[in-house]
C-alpha cells in the first residue's frame, strides 16, 4: 500500500511552491524508505522548474541532494538496516543488467537511468523529489554517510560533491597537478576543496576576487579575477586540469589557451544557449574540451566516504520550507554561500 508524504511542488513553470502531500509506492522485497532530515537546494533544481531546459513533468517536487535516516527495509535488503543514515542523489533507478549498470556507470544506462525528479518511472508513474518528508528507493540507490558527515552538510555532496569529484578523479587531479576550478559558487567551492585534499595545486579563477578568502580557507593557493583581462595573459599554458561550474557562456579560446599542452578542460555547468570555440584552439596543443555528469553509485559512495575522511563539506545556508521560493530568488544572484539546504523537519 502507498503511503502519503508531505511535500512542496510547484504546480506548474515558474509558480511559487505550494506545501502538498504525494504518494509514495509501497515497499517493494529490495526498496528502502527513507525518513528524509535535509535536501539540498541545486541550481538544477531551478533550471527545471523556471522551464529552461525544456523537460519539465508538472507538478513537480524538486530536490536529488537528499539525505536521512532508513525508516524501513524490504525482506531482501542487505545493504542497510533501519537507523542507518543514507542519501539519494540524482536517480533512483536503472535497469541494473545492461554494460553500464554492472560497471557502476548506472547515469549512462541503456534502458535510461530514471531521475529523481521530473522524471517517469519504468512503471509510468512520476518521480518526485527530495523536498519531501520521506521517500523510497531500491537499496542500489541508497549512499550510506559515514557518521563523521552531517546529514545537512552531507546533503549537497549528493549532486555537488560527485558532480566535482568525478571531473577530478577521472582527469588525475593528485600531487603535481595544476587544477583551476571555474567559478566559486555552490559548485565551486566543493571542488576547491576535494582537489586540495587530492593533493592537486588549486587555483580559483572567478569574475571578481570578492570571494578570495574563502577560496583560500577552502584549499586554493592562488585566486584570480577574470574580469582582468591581464589574467588570461600571465596564467597562459599553466594548467593540467580547468573544471567550469558556471552556467554562463564563456570565451572557451581564453580559457583553452591556459591548458598545458594535452590538457582538458572539463564543463559540468549547462548553459542554456551553445558554447563557441576554435578548432584551433585544440588542435594546437592537443588541448581536450570535454564535459561531466555526475557519477555512478559505487563512485558517489566514494565521494562520500572521501569527503568523511578528509573534512570536505559544502559552506550551507539552512533554511526552512518556507523559505524555498526565497532561495529560488537568492541563488541566480550568487547570493548564498554557498548551497541552500531544507531542514525538512519543517514541511507543514
Not at 507538478?59 to 525482506?75: F, K, L
Request: charged share 20%.
Amino acid at each position: 500500500m502507498s503511503t502519503p508524504a508531505r511535500a512542496l511542488w510547484a504546480p506548474e513553470a515558474k509558480a511559487r511552491f505550494e506545501p502538498t502531500t504525494i504518494e509514495r509506492r509501497a515497499l517493494g522485497a529490495t526498496d528502502v524508505a527513507i525518513d528524509i532530515q535535509f535536501c539540498g537546494i541545486c541550481h538544477s533544481d531551478i533550471h527545471q522548474v523556471e522551464g529552461d531546459w525544456g523537460r519539465n513533468l508538472f507538478p513537480m517536487v524538486p530536490g536529488h541532494e537528499i539525505a536521512g535516516v532508513v525508516s524501513a527495509v524490504g525482506a531482501e535488503v542487505t545493504r542497510v538496516k533501519a537507523g542507518d543514515r543514507v542519501g539519494v542523489g540524482c536517480f533512483v533507478d536503472s535497469c541494473g543488467a545492461c554494460e553500464w549498470c554492472v560497471a557502476g556507470d548506472e547515469h549512462f544506462c541503456v534502458k535510461g537511468v530514471v531521475a529523481t525528479y521530473n522524471h517517469v518511472n519504468y512503471d509510468g508513474t512520476p518521480t518526485y523529489g527530495g523536498y519531501s518528508d520521506h521517500i523510497v528507493v531500491d537499496e542500489r540507490f541508497a549512499v550510506t554517510i559515514p557518521d563523521g558527515l552531517a546529514l545537512d552538510h552531507a546533503a549537497p555532496l549528493l549532486c555537488a560533491g560527485i558532480t566535482m569529484y568525478s571531473p577530478l578523479k577521472r582527469w588525475g587531479a593528485g600531487p603535481g597537478q595544476a587544477v583551476a576550478i571555474v567559478g566559486m559558487g555552490g559548485l565551486g567551492h566543493v571542488g576547491v576543496q576535494i582537489a586540495a585534499a587530492m593533493g592537486a595545486d588549486v587555483t580559483v579563477l572567478s569574475q571578481t576576487l570578492s570571494k578570495q578568502a574563502d577560496g583560500r580557507r577552502f584549499g586554493a593557493k592562488d585566486y584570480f579575477a577574470t574580469s582582468d583581462k591581464d589574467t588570461f595573459k600571465a596564467l597562459r599554458g599553466r594548467f593540467d586540469l580547468i573544471v567550469n561550474t558556471v552556467s554562463a557562456n564563456l570565451p572557451l579560446d581564453e580559457y583553452l589557451a591556459l591548458l598545458k599542452p594535452r590538457g582538458a578542460m572539463v564543463s559540468v555547468g549547462l548553459p542554456v544557449e551553445p558554447d563557441r570555440v576554435h578548432a584551433g584552439s585544440l588542435v594546437s596543443r592537443d588541448r581536450i574540451l570535454t564535459g561531466s555528469n555526475t557519477g555512478g553509485i559505487p563512485l558517489t559512495q566514494e565521494m562520500i566516504d572521501f569527503c568523511a575522511a578528509h573534512g570536505v563539506a559544502p559552506a550551507i545556508e539552512v533554511i526552512d520550507a518556507a523559505r524555498v521560493d526565497e532561495a529560488y530568488e537568492r541563488v541566480p544572484r550568487s547570493d548564498v554561500r554557498y548551497r541552500f539546504v531544507i531542514d525538512v523537519s519543517t514541511l507543514g
